[in-house]
């Protein structure tokens, strides 16, 4: 069961209000975003397993997380449509490049700072979902609502196969990225993404 507390216990911020006014502006670019943010889950989940042929854990979650974002991916795609919000090519938000910037070079380190980072960007859009449900539409606040307990089991997953695969305690690793990803939330952007800061 999806906890609240549990992931705002493990993000070092919550969503800046200046975030949540702009995803009320601009509902077309939160969905086209939310939509490539689902494909781009699935295609980090696949990267890893064929990276890790060998472990089994990861394969199976993996596999299983793949298919789940990209069936949320097609729900974002049939919300999008029934709305007349058109697919079109934006740019992406630098969240993810300012988080995988101080991902270790060399294994294992590479692979349990993906897993963790893996883990905050899940627990991240959780927090989102969760944020913007009450100041949503009926139709897609129920969606929004209906994915927390998905991405919430992918934010648990993320980190219970950082602490099997790392040979050492993850706790420094974790706080370490809690920073990272703090800061990655609270510095201004300049285009509204789905895991962007709020916009100078």
């Known amino acids: 069961m999806f906890l609240l507390p549990e992931i705002e216990g493990f993000?070092?911020?919550?969503?800046?209000?200046?975030w949540l006014d702009q995803a009320l502006q601009h509902p077309d670019i939160l969905l086209i975003d939310h939509a490539n943010c689902e494909k781009k889950a699935a295609g980090t989940a696949l990267?890893?397993?064929f990276r890790h042929v060998d472990k089994e854990m990861l394969q199976y979650r993996l596999s299983r997380l793949a298919r789940e974002e990209l069936r949320h991916f097609e729900?974002?795609?049939?919300?999008m449509k029934k709305r007349g919000i058109a697919y079109r090519m934006i740019s992406a938000s630098?969240?993810?490049?300012?988080?995988?910037?101080?991902?270790?070079k060399n294994e294992p380190g590479r692979l349990v700072d993906t897993l963790i980072v893996g883990a905050y960007i899940e627990a991240r859009s959780?927090?989102?979902f969760y944020r913007l449900a009450p100041f949503l539409d009926?139709?897609?606040?129920?969606f929004y609502l209906s994915l927390l307990e998905s991405e919430?089991?992918?934010y648990r997953d993320y980190l219970e196969m950082a602490r099997t695969y790392s040979p050492e305690p993850i706790?420094?690793?974790?706080?370490?990225?809690?920073?990272v990803e703090r800061d990655a939330i609270l510095t201004p952007d300049t285009e509204f993404r789905f895991h962007s800061g709020a916009v100078a």
């Open 11 to 18: 993000l070092l911020c919550p969503t800046p209000q200046g």
């Open 126 to 128: 959780c927090e989102r």
């Open 47 to 49: 990267t890893l397993l």
């Open 138 to 142: 009926e139709e897609l606040q129920t």
């Open 75 to 79: 729900q974002v795609a049939e919300l």
């Open 152 to 154: 919430g089991r992918h």
């Open 171 to 179: 706790k420094s690793r974790i706080a370490f990225w809690g920073e």
């Open 94 to 104: 630098r969240y993810a490049q300012r988080l995988h910037a101080h991902i270790r």
